[in-house]
């Protein structure tokens, strides 16, 4: 029993992990916020397994929150329900500035195959401005993470960032 | 000469007494061009209900297409007696029809729904609460002929009066739809008294598509890529089932070589959301080793499909008539796509075989685990028989067969069906266990099948669908990771008419409603992530 557990330990700890990325976040982790807007949850497994996949998360200075209070970004997947959507707003004002926006695949940006119809807003593309969109259906772990670093390596968050969501839609 | 019976060995010809079956029903109604569909008048539809409470035949589904209501059924005792589906149809005449849900709590969710679509209700409906509508479309009944205008009613969730001893000593309190995990869009109203939840509600619809309405008179492409994004954990059983429903209806079959890539990707999909059910219960089960280690694997595993089709979740990869494999031409590969999907299946075999085994052996050992995990969420045979429910927790509880052992695809696979009879968590996950090894071993067997036979072009994975003008109507079903996924589909001039859809999730959201209650608010999630619920399968 303690030979699994040790080796268990050894593996989980040595084990390969993503390749190492420059710290890019100062002082504190860069907390991003999740929320699934009503998709396949395609994007939603790809930022799981970015979460727990071995990609660094920590190295690059990220982490995710389970509180829009603590986060500096709100991370968006899914196409935007008309049902999600005042979630998401209540989730982008409940964050401290500054904050920013993040679409992740092709449905979060336009709606990809989920077009605006009777219960669907169609994605966050003409609801809001959008700090960083990372297209793809869904985009790989690598994809998203490469997203974050370069958005944050070159642009600051937006304080005055209009924010998702439209009442009406 | 006597015109009396003539018996044979002195013993009498059996003589049907009692009651007709659901099915002598059924095939007692018109006829119509599809040879399982069969139209039922309304008194006829009333006996088939009355008839349906004991009757051995499994409910598959309830769809409506606004002029109809449509029931399907298996013509069988459970999933072991295999593939024998039946539909029954009804004319609509007015707002209401014969509700099936009070014979049949499975077709509770579907009654909702199609109230909600096209705001026709059931009569005797068990539930009758609305399911993805909760005023925020642009319409109510918007599949009806003439859809309603938009509703202005309350935003307030539509819940049942509290619990009275809830009320008096307890709190009641909400979790959903955003709390930063990835497990989807769903609202629970959880009341908790004496230290155990007491009562249980799912307010859903937050992921509702409209996937009914984008798939009626799409092209077949159109309705195939919609199809592999159900719900991304089954993309592949939906696409298969989908593709499968297709080629039933126009006449085709696939390829040989093509069907065996596809239980390679379905099996691989399989070991995948498997995995993923896994990690997300043994994290909330506070086993971060074991959970780390599951979600490791499954990474490499996503890896490796990645690497061979381009495509880490496999959606895209099976289309109507076989599959796809393109990725080794963009790399400029010497091997074929055949020889592509066997090496993936190779990979995946010789990179899981031994891990997977470890992390078992892991998960039996960690201090404290089993015994978190015997203790929860247990749903007992009878829950199980009731809610007729199928996949990997119907199986933990001793009931629902497994379609692979029916399916032609799996005809010369040797696999064990895993079951259990213990119902709660730890059952469930043993059985995830099971299958993953059964699944490595299916991929073994026909990566070396493929090996050992000659290369195919992509011509040759891929059967050309003919264009009919007739309408034509066909169904499949795919034992996906969490249950049997049927599609059933209408066809003409090579647009898709309509498509009905019954993923298992709708009824594995009851069932984790029931297996919750009882059990401690710490357990929540870790009965919730052992049924492995997709929320986007279930809202549409």
């Known amino acids: ?169 | 000469m006597s015109g009396g019976p003539i018996i044979f060995g002195g013993v009498p010809a059996l003589v049907s007494v009692g009651k007709p079956s659901v099915s002598q029903i059924i095939r007692a109604g018109e006829k119509t061009a599809c040879r399982w569909r069969f139209q039922l008048d309304e008194f006829t539809w009333h006996s088939f209900v009355e008839h349906l409470a004991d009757d051995p035949a499994v409910f598959v589904g309830l769809w409506c297409d606004g002029s109809q209501i449509h029931v399907l059924v298996n013509d069988g005792s459970s999933a072991e007696s295999g593939v024998r589906p039946i539909m029954a149809s009804c004319t609509l005449d007015g707002p209401r029809y014969p509700g099936v849900s009070h014979v049949r709590v499975a077709a509770v969710p579907f009654e909702r729904m199609i109230r909600d679509l096209y705001g026709v209700e059931a009569m005797d409906a068990v539930n009758a609460r609305p399911l993805i509508d909760h005023g925020m479309w642009t319409s109510t009944a918007p599949l009806a002929r003439r859809s309603g205008p938009r509703s202005f009613g309350t935003d307030l969730p539509e819940f049942d009066p509290p619990d009275e001893w809830v009320a008096a000593h307890g709190m009641v309190f909400g979790k959903g739809p955003a709390t930063g995990s990835t497990e989807g869009p769903v609202h629970f109203r959880l009341g908790v008294a004496d230290g155990v939840i007491r009562t249980v509600e799912t307010r859903a619809g937050y992921a509702h598509r409209g996937l009914i309405a984008r798939m009626r008179d799409a092209t077949i492409t159109g309705a195939l890529e919609l199809a592999g994004r159900i719900g991304a954990g089954s993309a592949v059983a939906h696409q298969w089932a989908f593709s499968a429903a297709v080629e039933n209806a126009v006449g085709i079959s696939c390829p040989v070589p093509a069907t065996w890539c596809r239980v390679i990707f379905c099996e691989t999909e399989r070991i995948a959301m498997h995995l993923l059910t896994l990690a997300r219960t043994a994290r909330a089960a506070d086993a971060e080793l074991v959970s780390s280690g599951l979600y490791r694997l499954r990474e490499q595993i996503l890896r490796l499909c990645g690497e061979a089709s381009g495509r880490r979740l496999l959606m895209d990869c099976v289309c109507v008539g076989g599959v796809i494999v393109t990725r080794h031409q963009e790399r400029g590969d010497p091997i074929g796509p055949l020889q592509t999907v066997a090496a993936l299946g190779r990979e995946i075999v010789c990179l899981s075989e031994v891990r997977i085994r470890e992390l078992h052996s892991l998960w039996r050992v960690i201090p404290g685990l089993k015994h978190r995990l015997q203790c929860a969420g247990r749903l007992t045979g009878e829950q199980a028989k009731k809610l007729e429910l199928q996949g990997v927790a119907g199986r933990a509880c001793g009931y629902g067969g497994d379609f692979r052992l029916h399916m032609d695809a799996y005809e010369d696979v040797s696999f064990r069906q895993a079951i259990s009879t213990g119902g709660d968590v730890a059952a469930r996950c043993e059985i995830m266990f099971e299958e993953i090894g059964e699944s490595l071993k299916i991929l073994k067997t026909l990566a070396d099948r493929i090996s050992a036979g000659e290369e195919k072009g992509p011509e040759d994975l891929c059967a050309v669908v003919p264009v009919r003008p007739e309408h034509s109507e066909g169904y499949a079903v795919i034992e996906g990771p969490h249950g049997p996924v049927w599609h059933v589909v209408t066809v003409q001039n090579g647009l898709v008419e309509q498509c009905f859809i019954a993923d298992p999730a709708s009824t594995l959201l009851m069932a984790a409603e029931q297996a919750i209650l009882g059990t401690s608010p710490d357990n929540f999630d870790l009965v919730r992530c052992s049924f492995g619920v997709s929320i986007a399968a279930a809202d549409l």
Not at chain 1, 129 to 140: L, T
Not at chain 1, 150 to 163: R, V
């Open chain 1, 1 to 169: 029993m303690s030979t699994i557990l040790m080796r268990a330990l050894f593996a989980s700890l040595l084990g390969p992990s993503g390749p190492a990325l420059p710290p890019v976040a100062s002082r504190s982790p860069l907390m991003l916020f999740h929320v699934d807007s009503g998709g396949c949850e395609a994007c939603g497994f790809e930022v799981e397994s970015l979460i727990n996949g071995g990609f660094g998360l920590a190295e690059a200075g990220l982490g995710f929150a389970s509180t829009p209070r603590t986060a500096d970004m709100l991370l968006v997947t899914g196409a935007c329900s008309r049902m999600m959507a005042p979630v998401v707003r209540a989730a982008w004002e409940a964050m401290p500035q500054p904050r920013g926006l993040l679409a992740v695949g092709a449905c979060a940006i336009d709606g990809g195959p989920f077009s605006a119809n009777y219960a669907m807003l169609g994605g966050l593309a003409g609801q809001s401005s959008v700090d960083c969109a990372i297209p793809g259906c869904p985009p790989s772990p690598r994809d998203i993470l490469d997203g974050i670093i370069a958005l944050i390596s070159t642009t600051q968050l937006n304080p005055e960032s209009s924010g998702p969501i439209t009442a009406e839609g």
